[in-house]
């Protein structure tokens, strides 16, 4: 069989018939005969092709498919596939090469050390040595991008060996999980059943590893207060439950007062912790002990305090659920009642000859009560992030995501591939107008596709977050970077995706409920103040 031949029937073993991608002439052998079961995603920059390959991975908990264009659509991807290894997102990256004959003499579009490009942001990288090893890598490529830590592997692929001839490869099954030392998991239920004020926090990869069961179980166990990590990509626990405690900041000091009076932190999933300005003094408070359950052995080396125990958090909680005592165990009876701070207060809806402009918690607000149940939230709205946090709760699990990675374009994308893998969900981008613009080709994508994704701008007019930070830094306003004259509808229009500008709290709550029923994709800008 030909290498083409054998990589589809390996690709539909793996269930990877989406591909998402921009192809160029390197990549077009790869498409002679496209199977009539698979289909091509296409996004109009490569960014938005990994970016919605992300989202589809992510929400279907399976690897997903990535073809680009050698080098310079490589390099075009390189912040999605940064944003992908952040998120431990399995995708399977593959790129065309010119022919192999023609390599020696610097052809045009080559790409020069392929496999070395993507790196270090990729947990591995190949061009196979010959082109009947293509499948193989392939399929090596697949397992490593699914076995934990999850994250993006990468063939390079020259054009002239998809017609080559191959044996046929079939799919196997090897292991992509690791389970706790049993001894350390042991000790660390019987820590958690000694302890007189256990406190949880837990962050993504509850939710990668499908663990939200067992760490609610386990935290009404305890009755642990449960803090969510810093900038945390994914939801992990119900944030109506009474125990939980709210987000912690990604600042040292901040999350030493937030968990003062806790003698033992367990942290489920998450790393200790992000940071995201300079901090000094102790990671936990005086006299805290630690435990931490990761499924990234490169967060439990660099861990500064406690102990760490490299595990599947599935396994890894429903041990500490079966071993750590509640029943007759004297510390655990006495424990005083736990501490959580104080909910926002709340907001009244708005008044229907209300002319004035809405702020962000009220638009948070009206979203959570629009809302269709059970939609996903899919956020890049960087200043109104505390403002989702406290009016946009999010309770039930796999319903919100946004990128541990911090760069922006990943959101709009990320929402048609949610919406792409959860067709029976309403999918909502909540993004802010700066965020919109890294990746707002991905509109297009969400018409093609056959999404009805809800896009929601929150225009602030400007990079509001930059302009946080730079007051932190003793700078009165970044230079340049005052946005505006941005018109959003025209944008989404211009792509397929019908929209409707809102500048007055009278008019949003009719804009989002026609947006949420629309069974096209959409686009509400809110003009804030
Ligand atoms: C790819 C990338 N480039 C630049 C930044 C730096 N950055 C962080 S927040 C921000 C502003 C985002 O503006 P907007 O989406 O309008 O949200 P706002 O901060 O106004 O809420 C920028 C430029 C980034 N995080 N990622």
Redesign the pocket.
């Known amino acids: 069989m030909t290498v083409r031949e054998a990589v589809y029937a390996l690709l539909r073993e793996f269930q990877l018939t989406t591909v998402f991608g921009n192809p160029g002439s390197t990549e077009l052998p790869m498409f002679r005969d496209f199977p009539a079961d698979f289909r091509y995603a296409l996004g109009l920059h490569e960014a938005v092709a990994v970016a919605m390959a992300d989202g589809y991975a992510q929400a279907r908990h399976q690897a997903a498919l990535v073809n680009l264009h050698s080098a310079v659509g490589v390099g075009n991807a390189m912040?999605s596939i940064f944003t992908a290894f952040r998120n431990q997102t399995p995708l399977v990256i593959t790129a065309g090469q010119q022919a192999r004959s023609m390599l020696p003499y610097e052809p045009f579009l080559y790409s020069d050390q392929a496999a070395q490009l993507p790196k270090p942001y990729i947990k591995w990288s190949i061009e196979p040595a010959r082109a009947e090893d293509v499948p193989a890598a392939i399929a090596r490529a697949y397992y490593v991008a699914m076995q934990a830590p999850r994250g993006p592997a990468f063939v390079s692929i020259p054009a002239d060996d998809w017609d080559r001839n191959c044996a046929p490869l079939s799919a196997r099954r090897p292991s992509t999980i690791v389970a706790g030392d049993p001894a350390m998991l042991r000790d660390a239920a019987a820590a958690l059943s000694r302890a007189r004020s256990p406190v949880f926090v837990v962050g993504a990869s509850v939710a990668r590893d499908q663990a939200w069961d067992e760490t609610l179980t386990l935290a009404e166990q305890h009755q642990a207060p449960v803090w969510v990590s810093p900038l945390s990509a994914r939801n992990s626990f119900p944030e109506d439950h009474r125990l939980f405690a709210g987000f912690l900041p990604a600042d040292r000091a901040a999350i030493v007062a937030r968990l003062n009076g806790s003698d033992f932190i367990l942290v489920l999933g998450a790393p200790v912790f992000t940071n995201h300005v300079e901090g000094v003094g102790p990671h936990v408070p005086a006299g805290a002990a630690l435990v931490q359950l990761t499924d990234d052995p490169a967060a439990a080396a660099w861990c500064p305090v406690g102990t760490s125990i490299v595990t599947n958090l599935k396994l890894g909680v429903a041990a500490l659920l079966s071993q750590s005592k509640v029943a007759g165990n004297a510390a655990a009876t006495n424990r005083a009642p736990p501490t959580i701070p104080p909910r926002p207060p709340p907001i009244a809806a708005p008044a229907l000859d209300d002319k004035t402009a809405p702020g962000d918690s009220l638009v948070m607000n009206r979203i959570a009560a629009l809302r269709p149940a059970h939609s996903i939230v899919v956020e890049?709205?960087?200043?109104?992030r505390t403002a989702m946090h406290d009016y946009l709760p999010f309770v039930e699990r796999d319903t919100f995501y946004t990128c541990a990675s911090?760069?922006?374009?990943h959101g709009l994308p990320a929402a048609v591939g949610v919406a792409l893998a959860r067709p029976d969900r309403r999918v909502i981008a909540l993004?802010?107008?700066?965020?919109?613009m890294?990746a707002i080709q991905g509109l297009w994508s969400a018409a093609a596709l056959g999404t009805a994704v809800t896009f929601i701008i929150?225009?602030?007019r400007?990079?509001?977050?930059?302009?946080?930070f730079a007051r932190q830094f003793g700078i009165a306003s970044p230079p340049g970077?005052a946005?505006g004259g941005l018109d959003f509808c025209a944008l989404a229009a211009s792509q397929g995706v019908p929209a409707v500008s809102v500048t007055e709290c009278a008019g949003l709550d009719a804009a989002l409920k026609k947006a949420f029923s629309a069974a096209t994709p959409m686009l509400v800008e809110v003009c804030i103040k």
Not at 380 to 384: I, K, T, V, Y
Not at 406 to 409: D, K, M, R, T, V
Not at 431 to 436: N, R
């Open positions: 912040g890049e709205a960087p200043s109104s911090g760069g922006l374009g993004l802010g107008d700066g965020s919109a890294y929150i225009n602030n400007s990079y509001g977050a930059l302009d946080e970077t946005l």
